[in-house]
């Protein structure tokens, strides 16, 4: 079985070694990097994945993976360059960083391929976008996709396409989640007990994602079907285009792809 190594096991690096050891690979094919000591130990228990240093995971595995932020990678990237055995595969999963700032700092023809998946790995429900770098081949891909179908859903991407992407579905779990804690409020304003609330909305999401996902009917139908002539929703609708909810959605999706270019630009 390929060896991989998850350069900084935070959020997503979590996310994605907790999901691939439930879908079903072997402790024992996988490690992990982490800054502390305390971090590496507590992965350790929880996962039975041995903690080990940048320079052992770029001389051992087969796939590193790095999960750092963007405003880390450049000692990472310096200490990859020495020790990284030629021909290992480098997938990044960092907003905004391109493939070539990779090529440019690791050794001629490493291959890179750049991902965005989202936190949804954890439940094995993420959706991964892929695009390769100047020397990714066709098999370099498919490993990839394989390895991120086993936690969800995968698209191939021409990489200019990546900003957008992070800022959909990268992003996108965090403006469902803001928009399920702000309707359990609204719950708690019209009086009801906050776990009555919430099991209200959460199941209505799960619903409604669901039927998104099952009834290949169009999002807008789904929400005319909710929509009685002279009833509450449309009362709740005027509302919403009254506070413009669509332009926010529209304007705030913008501007976390103009930060993804950001993050990338600060490497230039
Ligand atoms: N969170 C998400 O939902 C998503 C995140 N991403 C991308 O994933 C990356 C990580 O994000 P996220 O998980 O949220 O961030 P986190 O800060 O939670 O995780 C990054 C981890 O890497 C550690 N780290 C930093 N430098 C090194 C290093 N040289 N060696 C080993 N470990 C290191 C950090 O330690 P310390 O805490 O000490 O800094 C931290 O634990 C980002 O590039 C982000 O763009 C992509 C898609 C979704
Ligand atoms: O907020 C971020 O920058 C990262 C990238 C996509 C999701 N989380």
Known sequence: MTTIAILGAGKIGEALLSGVLAAGRTPESLM???RYPARVTELTERYGVRGVSTEEAARTADVLVVAVKPQDIEPLLVSLAGSITSGTLVVSL???????LYERHLPAGTPVV????????????????????THATAAHLQLVEDLLSSVGKVVRVAETQQDAVTALSGSGPAYFFFLVEAMID??????????????LIIQSAVGAATMLRDSGEHP?????AVTSPGG?????????????VRAALLSAIEAAALRSVELGRAHD
């Open 94 to 100: 960092a907003a905004g960083l391109p493939t070539s």
């Open 232 to 244: 509450t929703t449309i009362a709740a609708i005027r509302e919403l285009e009254n506070h413009a």
């Open 186 to 199: 609204a719950g708690i304003l019209l009086g009801l007990p906050r776990d009555v609330s919430t099991q």
């Open 32 to 34: 992990f990097t982490e």
């Open 114 to 133: 750049r991902v965005m998946p989202n936190t949804a790995m954890l439940v094995g429900e993420a959706m991964s976008a892929i695009s390769p770098g």
């Open 220 to 224: 807008v139908a789904l929400r005319e």
